[in-house]
């Protein structure tokens, strides 16, 4: 008897319907933004147990493809496969990059602070006072990833920035400031703790969260931070892409 022969794995049920379900997801049979059919009717419609579609369904969710919303359903993502030219090192919006989710409302709020060890440390100036930010980002209600800002007064002010303004201000936290500025840093770590400023307000998923700590630079003083920025992405949502070269 050879006891060295390895018996061959018969190929489970469930990667037969996850490879049906993406077949059906890249011809465009569903398309992204759209739902998913009840979990009885797609089962029956596959001919396979409820048991056996969720298994299929996991996968598309751990590929970025399927999110769940409690409740309400299974919904068709943007396919990460589409987005392989958008990556971290470029200089843009990291939340858009790193989080498989489109919002459909970002909620912003502000409040001014007066210097504190912190903020003279991560803003690398004396500021005698700081706009503390915080955006809440939503998918049908739904909080699904969270920011926090600091930007220096004297940056308020050179760029006339006008707080009450929430569409022209999310403009330059969303978009503007990687125009205007000269280059950044990010740092990623992992955290278990999400301080939401209304604790009322729950992040799904917050308690295992890719934490971004971004510090975007200035084009006319690039020795001082535009803004220092935290990036809140449950790992459930998060895709992130480095490019590794040869130096």
Same mark, same amino acid.
């Given at each position: 008897?050879?006891?060295?022969?390895?018996?061959?794995?018969?190929?489970?049920?469930?990667?037969?319907?996850?490879?049906?379900?993406? $077949?059906?997801?890249?011809?465009?049979?569903?398309?992204?933004?759209?739902?998913?059919?009840?979990?009885?009717? $797609?089962?029956?419609?596959?001919?396979?147990?409820?048991?056996?579609?969720?298994?299929?369904?996991?996968?598309?969710?751990?590929?970025?493809?399927?999110?769940?919303? %409690?409740?309400?359903?299974?919904?068709?993502?943007?396919?990460?496969?589409?987005?392989?030219?958008?990556?971290?090192?470029?200089?843009?919006?990291?939340?858009?990059?790193?989080?498989?989710?489109?919002?459909?409302?970002?909620?912003?709020?502000? %409040?001014?602070?007066?210097?504190?060890?912190?903020?003279?440390?991560?803003?690398?100036?004396?500021?005698?006072?700081?706009?503390?930010?915080?955006?809440?980002?939503?998918?049908?209600?739904?909080?699904?990833?969270?920011?926090?800002?600091?930007?220096?007064?004297?940056?308020?002010?050179?760029?006339?920035?006008? $707080?009450?303004?929430?569409?022209?201000?999310?403009?330059?936290?969303?978009?503007?400031?990687?125009?205007?500025?000269?280059?950044?840093?990010?740092?990623?770590?992992?955290?278990?703790?999400?301080?939401?400023?209304?604790?009322?307000?729950?992040?799904?998923?917050?308690?295992?969260?890719?934490? $971004?700590?971004?510090?975007?630079?200035?084009?006319?003083?690039?020795?001082?931070?535009?803004?220092?920025?935290?990036?809140?992405?449950?790992?459930?949502?998060?895709?992130?892409?480095?490019?590794?070269?040869?130096?």
């Amino acid at each position: 008897m050879n006891t060295h022969k390895l018996d061959k794995l018969k190929r489970p049920l469930y990667i037969n319907v996850y490879d049906e379900l993406l $077949l059906q997801i890249t011809k465009g049979e569903y398309l992204a933004g759209s739902q998913l059919p009840s979990e009885p009717d $797609l089962a029956r419609k596959l001919g396979v147990s409820r048991a056996t579609l969720r298994q299929a369904l996991v996968l598309l969710q751990d590929d970025g493809l399927v999110r769940n919303v %409690r409740g309400k359903g299974n919904f068709v993502l943007e396919s990460s496969y589409k987005q392989e030219d958008i990556q971290l090192e470029r200089l843009s919006n990291p939340m858009h990059k790193c989080h498989i989710s489109i919002f459909d409302q970002i909620d912003l709020h502000y %409040r001014i602070d007066p210097q504190t060890e912190h903020t003279k440390h991560v803003l690398r100036r004396d500021s005698s006072t700081v706009v503390a930010l915080e955006r809440l980002y939503r998918t049908e209600g739904e909080l699904l990833a969270y920011a926090f800002t600091f930007i220096p007064m004297e940056t308020v002010e050179s760029l006339s920035l006008d $707080l009450d303004n929430k569409e022209k201000m999310l403009n330059f936290l969303e978009n503007q400031a990687y125009v205007d500025a000269n280059h950044g840093n990010i740092e990623i770590k992992f955290t278990h703790t999400v301080n939401l400023a209304d604790s009322k307000e729950k992040l799904i998923g917050q308690n295992e969260c890719f934490l $971004l700590l971004e510090t975007l630079y200035d084009k006319t003083e690039p020795d001082y931070p535009l803004m220092y920025n935290k990036f809140y992405i449950p790992q459930q949502f998060s895709n992130i892409k480095l490019n590794i070269t040869k130096s």
